[in-house]
């Protein structure tokens, strides 16, 4: 009988755009799925990056220095998120992007991972979109656009909350195929592989919504509205 696929959402949160500058992981956000269901099993952490956080990155995701200054460092939870991301296919929206953090932050540890070793593991489903809608925009905005997936909540990026998304965006762009076969060259996509004959789900209808906890929902809050998280005008809004 052969062993249930073990797939994970992963995303991440910075202090600026490149790590060869010193930037930061301040966030990071896996959601895992097995058999191409979700299961609740997730990953969140805030970060402290030690460093000030680029006003343009603030923009994107609103997540600021005062917040994070308690948080714990990538050290930290280093073993933690390896264990979680080992054995299982890694999806990831414009991958070298987040692994180039995470080979950053693995290598001011001097640790290994065993996903960074192995890029097999990794897939990039914003390659997957290019190749089924190429010339059109491929963001992860977008594709929710196109496939009817709701992020009406994503006022502003948020690791875990973005990591669900692309579950749901993985599931509706690879739904009517039984399997994927992609050849790339190492430069153009970003030095990884996609293995081919991935097995595909049969419909993203059947996947189960991630639970947000409480936690995640007020430290959310906490940080966009501050003093006003309770105020009036911003009842019922949970993210920015």
């Known amino acids: 009988m052969a062993q249930p696929e073990r797939l994970v959402f992963l995303d991440t949160e910075t202090t600026g755009l490149d790590p060869k500058?010193?930037?930061?992981?301040?966030?990071?956000?896996?959601?895992?799925?097995?058999?191409?269901?979700?299961?609740?099993?997730?990953?969140?952490?805030?970060?402290?990056?030690?460093?000030?956080?680029?006003?343009g990155a603030v923009a994107v995701h609103g997540i600021t220095s005062e917040f994070l200054a308690d948080k714990a460092r990538f050290a930290d939870v280093a073993a933690e998120l390896s264990a979680f991301l080992a054995n299982a296919t890694i999806i990831i929206h414009n991958a070298a992007f987040d692994l180039g953090f995470l080979e950053a932050e693995f290598g001011l540890i001097r640790k290994k991972a065993s996903f960074l070793e192995d890029r097999s593991a990794v897939v990039d489903s914003l390659a997957l979109a290019r190749a089924k809608f190429p010339g059109k925009?491929?963001?992860?905005?977008?594709?929710?656009?196109?496939?009817?997936?709701?992020?009406?909540?994503?006022?502003?990026?948020?690791?875990?909350?973005?990591?669900?998304?692309?579950?749901?965006?993985?599931?509706?762009?690879?739904?009517?195929?039984?399997?994927?076969?992609?050849?790339?060259?190492?430069?153009?996509?970003?030095?990884?592989?996609?293995?081919s004959g991935a097995q595909i789900a049969a419909s993203a209808s059947e996947m189960l919504a991630v639970p947000l906890d409480d936690h995640y929902v007020a430290a959310h809050r906490a940080y966009v509205f501050g003093e006003k998280a309770g105020a009036p005008e911003n009842e019922g809004r949970h993210w920015a």
């Not at 010193?22 to 895992?32: C, L, M």
């Not at 925009?137 to 594709?143: C, G, I, K, Q, V």
């Not at 690791?159 to 993985?170: I, K, P, S």
């Open 21 to 55: 500058l010193g930037h930061r992981i301040i966030e990071v956000g896996a959601v895992e799925a097995v058999d191409r269901r979700l299961t609740g099993n997730n990953f969140h952490r805030y970060l402290n990056p030690d460093r000030e956080i680029d006003a």
């Open 137 to 195: 925009r491929n963001s992860l905005d977008a594709l929710c656009e196109r496939f009817g997936v709701d992020n009406a909540s994503r006022n502003f990026h948020g690791a875990l909350l973005d990591a669900r998304l692309l579950g749901e965006v993985y599931f509706a762009l690879t739904r009517e195929q039984s399997s994927i076969s992609i050849e790339t060259d190492s430069t153009a996509q970003g030095n990884w592989t996609l293995e």
